[in-house]
């Protein structure tokens, strides 16, 4: 059974810092793509970062410059470093491998 399970959400002050986990079992997961998405409230769940298997990242402009995703392969681990956190940035924040998704972790930014 493939799983994705992220962690390490929570709440944080504005121009905080936050790292999000995501454990990833039953997939070759150094084999693919991984990605980070968010999702708000009555808005579309929404890109924010991906890491290919080269290790070629790409980011949404939203968070340029203030987001960091990387990979462990050895621990089947995808991982997105959060800094100068905004309350625009509050969400769900769900990792993605392939066709699979994790069930989520919160994000709250306060003002």
């Not at 070759?28 to 009555?42: K, M």
């Not at 800094?83 to 003002?111: I, K, Q």
């Amino acid at each position: 059974q493939v799983q994705l399970v992220e962690s390490g959400g929570g709440l944080v002050q504005s121009g905080g810092s936050l790292t999000l986990s995501c454990a990833a079992s039953g997939i070759i997961f150094s084999a693919n793509a991984a990605a980070w998405y968010r999702q708000v409230p009555g808005h579309e769940r929404e890109f924010v970062a991906r890491i290919m298997s080269g290790g070629g990242a790409y980011y949404a402009d939203s968070v340029q410059g203030r987001f960091a995703i990387s990979r462990d392969n050895a621990k089947n681990t995808l991982y997105l470093q959060m800094a100068s956190l905004r309350p625009e940035d509050t969400a769900v924040y769900y990792c993605n491998c392939f066709t699979y998704w994790g069930e989520g972790t919160r994000v709250t930014v306060s003002p």
